[in-house]
């Protein structure tokens, strides 16, 4: 199919599943992320650049393994982004689209601090280029080159923290779905806002995290679930597209 077939098919979804297939990427997303991050970065990367070196080179396939999840968790993402955008803006497309823009550069900031999560493979391959560094050099820079990816991924959660701001904000005045769950996305953002200055971020995280990941899996749990009140959407996208102020 043409992407114009295919753009015109998402387009003729229902609301309902729209939203069921927002929540299903939205989960993906966050298993992808714990997977990754969790079981795989974190059983790997340490805060000695020794044993840090030694982990990936042992464990190469498993390392790499761990890029092409980050991938899939940031393929899911946008799409996620871009499907909250399309069920949200009804109730108003000036403030859903700036959710969207800040979630895209969220997105994109995420995805490219990923390149320095795999830079360390280049650095420890062994290249004849590399010869010039000491071993010991060598472990210090993919250290370096781990926790830079470490700090595009915080540095990103700032952005997310806006766009969930916006989009609680928005199902909070939807009527198409409840208003606790925008609630909960509202106090979720202002955790994920502490990174805005990193240190406070890394501090309170857990609780951060906590607070996030509870607001999330209720969002989800409801998009699978129930989706959305199709008679209320409809109305709200109805009103919007005869308003001047959209």
């Not at 080179?57 to 982004?81: D, K, N, P």
């Not at 995420?110 to 590399?130: C, D, E, T």
């Not at 830079?148 to 990103?156: D, F, L």
Request: glycine share 10%; hydrophobic share 50%.
């Amino acid at each position: 199919p043409s992407p114009n077939t295919s753009t015109q098919r998402l387009g003729d979804m229902s609301p309902s599943t729209k939203a069921r297939i927002t929540g299903a990427l939205y989960l993906l997303t966050i298993v992808a992320g714990v997977i990754a991050e969790g079981f795989i970065s974190g059983g790997l990367v340490t805060s000695s650049a020794t044993t840090t070196a030694t982990n990936i080179v042992s464990h190469e396939s498993l390392y790499r393994l761990g890029f092409s999840v980050y991938l899939v968790e940031m393929m899911c993402q946008i799409a996620t982004t871009v499907l909250f955008y399309q069920l949200l803006k009804p109730v108003s497309k000036s403030v859903a689209t700036l959710a969207l823009v800040f979630g895209l550069v969220g997105c994109t900031i995420k995805a490219i601090s990923r390149l320095f999560y795999y830079a360390p493979l280049l650095v420890l391959g062994g290249a004849p280029y590399l010869g010039e560094f000491s071993p010991s050099q060598l472990q210090s820079l993919s250290l370096l080159l781990l926790k830079m990816n470490s700090q595009g991924a915080a540095m990103a959660l700032a952005f997310f923290g806006v766009e969930s701001l916006l989009d609680g904000w928005l199902i909070l005045k939807s009527a198409f779905l409840p208003r606790w769950v925008g609630v909960l996305g509202i106090i979720g953002s202002a955790g994920w806002l502490t990174f805005i200055w990193p240190p406070l971020g890394y501090r309170v995280f857990n609780v951060v995290a906590l607070f996030g990941i509870v607001g999330s899996l209720a969002l989800i749990l409801w998009l699978l679930i129930k989706g959305v009140n199709e008679e209320r959407w409809l109305e709200r996208a109805r009103a919007a597209s005869t308003s001047i102020w959209r």
